[in-house]
């Protein structure tokens, strides 16, 4: 079983900034070769793709809402991805969550914007913004 544990959550005020990580092991062994990626769901609203990085090739993907504001990136040797936050608004208020993709298959870059592409969760980290 993959454990995901993300961190970094937080009030700012809005125009502020704020990064998020995202640590994926399994039975104590990090998981270096695993698309991972970030999602978000506030309240009364359906969870809503935020930003993947695919491996193999390192592409990344962001949502529309998050794009030129948000950037994903990897440190592969912990199996640790990171979400930097820049811009935030008061729409960026969610629960944020980091999801694995632990199969063997590959998979092209647009299907890891889908919730179905992923296997295993983290709980979440709450961001507000305060306006």
């Known amino acids: 079983q993959v454990q995901v544990v993300e961190s970094g959550g937080g009030l700012v005020q809005a125009g502020g900034s704020l990064s998020l990580s995202c640590a994926a092991s399994?039975?104590?062994?990090?998981?270096?070769?695993?698309?991972m990626a970030w999602f978000r769901q506030a309240p009364g609203k359906e969870r809503e793709f935020v930003a993947a990085f695919r491996w193999p090739g390192g592409n990344t993907a962001y949502g529309d809402s998050v794009k030129g504001r948000f950037t994903i990136s990897r440190d592969s040797a912990r199996s640790t991805v990171f979400l930097r936050m820049n811009s935030l608004n008061a729409e960026d208020t969610a629960l944020y969550y980091c999801?694995?993709?632990?199969?063997?298959?590959?998979?092209?870059?647009?299907?890891?914007?889908?919730?179905?592409?992923?296997?295993?969760w983290g709980q979440g980290t709450q961001v507000t913004v305060s306006s």
């Open positions: 999801a694995v993709r632990s199969r063997s298959t590959t998979v092209i870059l647009s299907a890891l914007r889908s919730e179905y592409s992923y296997d295993d």
């Open positions: 399994r039975s104590g062994s990090t998981l270096s070769r695993y698309a």
